[in-house]
């Protein structure tokens, strides 16, 4: 008896045992799978810190929205301090050493065109949230995803810009790389459609120096264009925005617009009062305003050492936590064997560091295809990627006041120009904004241009020595007191009222040319003694090669002169016999009779019918001969 209570459990109650610990196995959730996503960021930077704050609270709101994930981003971060090398040598170790799946950032244009090369060597998602330059592009690089706006989507707007204010000069300030020269081309070409020039451009190198700065921008004051557009980093911007203010040029009259790069982080840079400045249109949502709250308190946590007014959500962050959403949810599309594969580059030759011999991702093209075709409801409005860059849908027009904040003024979208409401067309031609408070707090829009302080003026050549039955076509005095020069004339006043019409100023002075042939003045233009001449000059051939000709102003041609007369007279009917005066009817009368003479010699000898009664004792007269037929009874 004793025995048999110390025997064991029965084998039913073990398979019972057994069971249930399977089944509980069986309903628990499986472990999801990690997927190595890199991060290249220059950590001191002000987007860097928007990134460090934004990207892993992105995650956590996806993870939180989507529980049950299979798949889970696991954020493998390197600081490349902003040098490219660095970031190229941290896309490598990310690719043939931590197994990256896909690579966020890098955060510059030129780290990313270097980053996305490899990236589409080795066939490695880089998808950039922060890469706005045209340099590189999904088009070059086929790995290459711009979660982002490229700048040369802003570029109408500003032309738009330009048309509304009336700016037919407008002057860029840009920083002299791959960010700021890819640029202005797609600028120039949207004001020389709007109708605008670009005068001169001022690029400026990214260590420019306050004074170099000083002076570049002392160079402009002197010239006529009061209308600028700034695209430079933060950096720069801040010392460009700061020697304008100290020469004079943020006062009444001048006229500055800043791209979104800037507008994005108007808390960093602080542009001064009545600074206009373009950013992608964010929908202000109940979503929008709590990731803002939260975003807010989280950037100051981080980073204790920033001022309060850099915890500022603008567009990079609002690009980046949609960038990061996008690669979560892509992460999710992937199948079994993807997340199954190698994580690293297989295929490789020649180490990690040969660059000519980089193996290629397992997962990287489909990857990259769940990434392009991700369409959600981002942050910043619809996510869509079009051809591989983010569609942005408008622009808003911002007006930055003294508080550091920035004032909507309206909207500008492709297919609606300036408008105060978005989707709302304008009534008005060129488009419709609010009221701008300009720099030096006034309400007055200025023109674009000045008179030129010290700009050389124009030498327009008059011809000097003409008669005076000339002087109504063109004339040149000089007082003999004053040595004033002063020109006259139908030439001259066409000239200048086509200086009046230009919508800048243009200063000229007329200085007589002796007497010369004009094809002698003609090549004393070509030659430079003279920048230009006002003239009835003849546009030949020979000349054309020596100078270009306006549009002919007045067209010559001979043409007849007649006096005007009062044709409705009732005299009309007899006006063919005024040309007949007296001595036509003698002459007309003589020729009469002498014919008659002539006949009736040649035919009184056989004709019997110019054979008649004499009516003169002197014989027959002729004429009545001539006329017997006529007058002679028929039916003798």
């Known amino acids: 008896m004793a025995g048999d209570a110390r025997a064991g459990p029965s084998p039913s109650l073990l398979f019972l045992l057994i069971g249930l610990a399977a089944s509980l196995l069986a309903t628990s959730p499986a472990q999801p799978t990690d997927v190595n996503v890199g991060l290249i960021i220059d950590a001191a930077s002000p987007v860097g810190k928007i990134a460090t704050t934004t990207i892993p609270m992105a995650l956590d709101d996806f993870y939180a929205a989507f529980p049950n994930s299979t798949a889970r981003v696991k954020i493998l971060k390197h600081d490349s301090g ?66 982002a706006l490229s700048d040369a989507a802003q570029a109408g707007a500003i032309a738009a810009l330009a048309t509304y204010f009336g700016w037919r000069r407008v002057v860029p300030i840009y920083q002299d790389d791959d960010y700021g020269a890819a640029f202005v081309p797609f600028l120039v070409d949207a004001l020389t459609t709007a109708r605008a020039t670009v005068p001169y451009r001022c690029a400026l190198p990214a260590a420019a120096s306050g004074d170099a700065v000083a002076a570049a921008l002392y160079r402009m004051e002197s010239e006529q264009t009061r209308a600028f557009v700034l695209h430079t980093r933060p950096g720069l911007a801040e010392r460009v925005l700061d020697a304008a203010a100290e020469a004079g040029m943020m006062g009444e009259g001048y006229a500055w617009v800043i791209t979104d790069g800037l507008t994005g982080l108007h808390g960093s840079v602080k542009p001064p009062q009545g600074v206009i400045g373009l950013a992608a249109y964010v929908r202000d949502t109940p979503r929008m305003r709590d990731v803002k ?56 030759r020649d180490g990690p560091t040969d660059i000519a011999g980089l193996g290629k991702s397992m997962s990287g093209e489909n990857f990259l295809r769940a990434i392009e075709d991700r369409k959600f409801d981002g942050l910043g409005g619809a996510f869509n990627l079009i051809n591989g860059e983010l569609a942005v849908p408008a622009f808003e027009v911002v007006n930055i006041m003294d508080n550091g904040k920035g004032r909507s003024l309206g909207f500008w979208t492709q297919q609606h120009g300036l408008t105060r409401h978005i989707g709302r067309p304008s009534k008005a031609l060129h488009g419709e904004l609010k009221p701008v408070i300009w720099p030096g707090d006034s309400t007055v829009r200025p023109s674009g241009w000045v ?5 050389r003026k124009l030498r327009v050549a008059v011809p000097g020595n003409v008669s005076d039955s000339y002087r109504p076509i063109v004339h040149l005095d000089v007082d003999p007191v004053t040595n004033q020069t002063t020109a006259g004339g139908f030439v001259i006043e066409v000239f200048e009222a086509a200086v009046r019409l230009l919508p800048y100023a243009l200063p000229f002075e007329y200085v007589g040319a002796k007497s010369m042939p004009y094809d002698e003045l003609v090549e004393a233009v070509g ?15 020979n000349r054309s090669t020596y100078v270009d000709f306006t549009l002919p102003y007045e067209a010559t041609a001979i043409a007849m002169v007649v006096a005007v007369r009062d044709q409705r007279s009732n005299k009309r009917t007899w006006v063919f016999l005024k040309p007949l005066r007296y001595d036509l009817w003698l002459v007309s009368t003589a020729f009469f009779l002498f014919t008659g003479f002539v006949v009736w010699a040649i035919e009184h000898r056989d004709n019997d019918d110019f054979r008649g009664p004499t009516l003169l004792p002197g014989g027959n007269a002729p004429l009545l001969r001539l006329l017997h037929p006529c007058l002679r009874p028929q039916g003798d």
Do not use: K
């Open 82 to 147: 902003g040098d490219v090398v660095a970031a190229a040598s941290a896309a490598l170790q990310l690719m043939t050493r931590q197994g990256a799946r896909a690579i966020l950032g890098p955060q510059s244009s030129v780290e990313s065109a270097f980053v996305a090369d490899l990236g589409t060597r080795a066939e490695v998602p880089v998808v950039s949230f922060s890469a706005t330059s045209p340099s590189v592009s999904p088009t070059t690089a086929r790995f290459f995803v711009r979660a």
């Open 293 to 348: 709250r939260r975003w807010a308190h989280r950037y100051m946590r981080e980073h204790p050492e920033a001022e309060r007014a850099h915890a500022e959500m603008g567009c990079y962050a609002v690009w980046a936590y949609d960038a990061a959403w996008a690669v979560a949810s892509a992460a999710e599309r992937l199948g079994s064997s993807d997340l199954s594969s190698p994580s690293g580059l297989v295929g490789g």
């Open 451 to 455: 008179q030129p302080t010290v700009a």
């Open 527 to 541: 030659n430079g003694t003279f920048d230009a001449a006002v003239a009835d000059i003849t546009m030949t051939a």
